[in-house]
């Protein structure tokens, strides 16, 4: 905690992702306006004192819908990176640690998802099954699964043969004992730097199917829904695209820069350097 404190980009991107989530969870109090409910009497109007972000084409409140646009963009994320982050971990142990046929299935398995972009695979597996926001989430996580799952079979080749596996090995321990005990916590580290980075991807990707019109679907306030709902009136009404962007931007950039902090602080070759 103390290494984490002193890093600058660990301390900017813990605030602001801490500053997003007070958003999404206290958005029904502190958004000013209803984010769905249409006034057709103040459609399309700059930002002003009234509406700080303007409104969009059907009245409602740019401000409003994307502060809620939060919530929907941080849980998108966090549910698909969890998906990843187990699957990918279990894959990846039981392939690194007990080799043979086994590894040679699992890893076959990822190289195909791996020969897939992502956005493909995930394209993919909405169009099985359906569009909405939990076939995206579902998509996404098992899009990233195949890099976790290399990340963790590499760590483990190189744990399994430390002496201190062998001793646990030697005097009789079994393999649940071993994975969870000596394994899986020299796992930690790698896993949480990858997971943190590949929020941000997440999020990104969540956001770029809502705009294709496989995720959020209207009148839900999610931001890459936001962006694309207007994207024909780029030139009429510039704030509600923008401002969406701007905020799907920022948190990506911060998550990132969170990502790249705590690789320097968990990782013990670069701690002499902090």
């Known amino acids: 905690m103390r290494r984490a404190l002193r890093n600058p980009r660990v301390l900017f991107g813990s605030l602001f992702l801490l500053f997003l989530c007070v958003l999404a969870i206290f958005a029904n109090q502190i958004a000013p306006y209803n984010p769905v409910k249409i006034a057709p009497s103040e459609s399309r109007q700059p930002p002003s004192v009234r509406h700080w972000f303007g409104t969009d084409l059907m009245g409602r409140d740019v401000l409003s819908r994307v ?21 990918g971990t279990v894959l990846g142990l039981v392939s690194g640690y007990f080799g043979g046929p086994i590894e040679a299935l699992i890893m076959r398995v990822v190289d195909v998802g791996l020969a897939f972009p992502s956005v493909l695979l995930a394209l993919l ?5 359906g569009p909405g926001l939990t076939s995206v989430t579902i998509a996404i996580g098992v899009s990233a699964t195949p890099p976790f799952a290399r990340l963790v079979r590499g760590c483990v080749l190189s744990i399994k043969e430390t002496p201190f ?5 030697a005097i009789g321990a079994g393999h649940a004992r071993i994975l969870f005990r000596h394994v899986l916590p020299e796992v930690f580290a790698p896993a949480i730097t990858m997971a943190t980075l590949r929020l941000a991807g997440a999020i990104f990707s969540a956001s770029s199917l809502s705009f294709l019109g496989f995720g959020a679907q209207p009148p839900t306030p999610e931001w890459g829904a936001i962006v694309s709902a207007a994207r024909h ?13 701007l905020a799907i931007m920022w948190t990506v950039l911060a998550i990132n820069v969170l990502g790249d902090g705590l690789r320097d602080v968990l990782d013990p070759k670069l701690r002499g350097k902090i």
């Open 125 to 129: 597996i909405i169009a099985i099954l």
């Open 67 to 87: 502060i809620h646009g939060a919530k929907y963009s941080l849980l998108l994320g966090l549910s698909a990176v969890l998906i990843s982050a187990v699957l």
């Open 165 to 169: 596996v062998e001793a646990a090995r």
């Open 233 to 245: 009136q780029l030139r009429g009404t510039w704030w509600v695209s923008t401002f969406s962007g």
